[in-house]
């Protein structure tokens, strides 16, 4: 196919409740694949911590950039914004393509709010040819694995494309396209670490979202992975990964291959991974442990029994136990995601997946205290599924009332909203909780704060607790004193200004 070059300008939309430390992987991989196909490619990544950009200005760097072609990434909790912001891109004359997770579940809403067309899935293989039809340089019933408008403005679907089974053949990210002042000081050497190495995940946990790359697990070959490794050590002095791969440790003898070639270099490169509780053992943990694994970061979701086979989760109680304490053993510091209020949670079993925080927290680093640790039901999900109906979940997503990403003001203390931003999500109700169990989750939220400040020492988390309790004091005597008061203390005390790990609003 002979390519006609183009000038494409991949933007990953603003969010209130993203802060990006490095740049996305996704919008890194297409630039790679359209600069290899001859393409002049620009980024902005509207969440990257030094440079937050709003859509106003986003279009005001279209305007000077004047792309031909406009790639949207669509994440569930951004595609307000980011359909404004396409209604916005509109005047440029330049095409609009969606493509991401969200846009990926429900292909057609994009054109519905001002695209020109939809990438399903993976987009590596795609966006060339998507690019060349939206040119007019080929047929759009040609490209396999969109949807864009036909003659007369309605949806055709073109099929689904296979996926790529060969991701050794894909390019390395283009890394060159980010400015590494918009996240941090020039000697940062945590801007380039997140590496994937393999894509698809088995599991069909009902809550998750990941369905974009498949339920067949696909890898890098070891060569491949060590290759990217060394590189960005050598370009951008990275001597600490982290894998973003949904279930790394799948096949153990692609890790040990890994594992073999980082102590070989004896470089002493650290590393850290997310990977499931079901997919490591004692021999596997030793071998990482061994060639550098620092951290790992696991999904264990609930301390209770029912929810965990409900929610289809390959684990068990007991499961979760043994490996925590396993990692322990290896000298590897583990970091634990939980997800609170099930529809069919009450109090009590959520206090027993506070009992189980309890039991691990001895081994445990951090139980991220994440946004994402209220249930959201994302589209395309098993729970969003069979709850939609129930709790009128239709198109949430759209709305003013329950996306989480337009926090509401007022409802929560201020300071409340700077160290746990869950106000929001626990504001969108999504399954109409009692008062008992919203309770419960901020007692819990309580709990995961204060256990990631046990090594400030007991005086620090005890201020930190005081504090939690006079905002939420002064909050319901005036929320407009509470807010003026914590502003002043979080503005001159870095004690309280939350840390890189806690979103911002
Ligand atoms: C690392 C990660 C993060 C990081 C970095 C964010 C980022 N976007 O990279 C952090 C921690 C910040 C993060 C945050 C969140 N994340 Co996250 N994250 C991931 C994770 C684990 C890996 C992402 C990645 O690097 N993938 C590898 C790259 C190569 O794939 P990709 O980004 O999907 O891009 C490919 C395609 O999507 C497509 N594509 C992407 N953009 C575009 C644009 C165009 C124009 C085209 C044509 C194609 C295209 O082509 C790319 C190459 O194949 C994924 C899980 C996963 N398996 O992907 C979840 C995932 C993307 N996250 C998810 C969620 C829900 C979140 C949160 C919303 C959590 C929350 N509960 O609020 C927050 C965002 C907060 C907010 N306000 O929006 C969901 C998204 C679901 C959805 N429907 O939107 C996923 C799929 C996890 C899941 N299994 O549910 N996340
Ligand atoms: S194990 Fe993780 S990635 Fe796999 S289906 Fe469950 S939540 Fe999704």
Redesign the pocket.
Known sequence: MTVIAARIL?V?PP????N?FQC????L??GAVLEKAGHQVFLVDANAAQNRRKSEEIVSIAENIKPDVI????????VREAYRLARLLKATGAKL?????????LPEEPLFFGFDA??I????D??VE?VQALQGKMPAEKVRGWVYRDTEGKPRHTGQRSVITDLDSLPMPARHLVDPSDYGPPDNTGLHS?I?SS?G?PARCS????S??GKKFRFRSSDSVLEEIFLLNRTYGTTSFHF???AMTMDHARVGLICAGLRRSGQGLTWSM?TRIDTVNDELLSLVAEAGCVRIDYGVESGHPETLRRIHKPHTVDMVRKTIQLTAKHGISSNVFFILGFPWEDAAALEETKNLMRELAPYVECFHP???SIL?P???TEIYEVSREQYGLENWWLSDDRN??APKTGSHSYFHKRIFPLGA?LDADFFHYPDSVKAKIYDIFRFMHLHGLRKAGWASSSLRRSLIDFSEWLHRMSPTLERGVFTVLTKTAALFVPSERE?IN
Do not use: K
């Open positions: 991949l990953y969010s209130r409740t993203q990006h996305p992987s996704g919008i991989m297409l790639g949207i990434t669509l994440l569930t909790p951004m393509l969606a493509g991401g997770p969200h846009a990926t579940i939809t990438v899935g993976e987009g590596e795609t966006i998507a997140n994937f894509r995940c809550y998750c979202a990941g974009l790359f973003v791969d949904d997310m994440a946004i994402a959201i994302f589209p395309g989480y990403d999500v979103s």
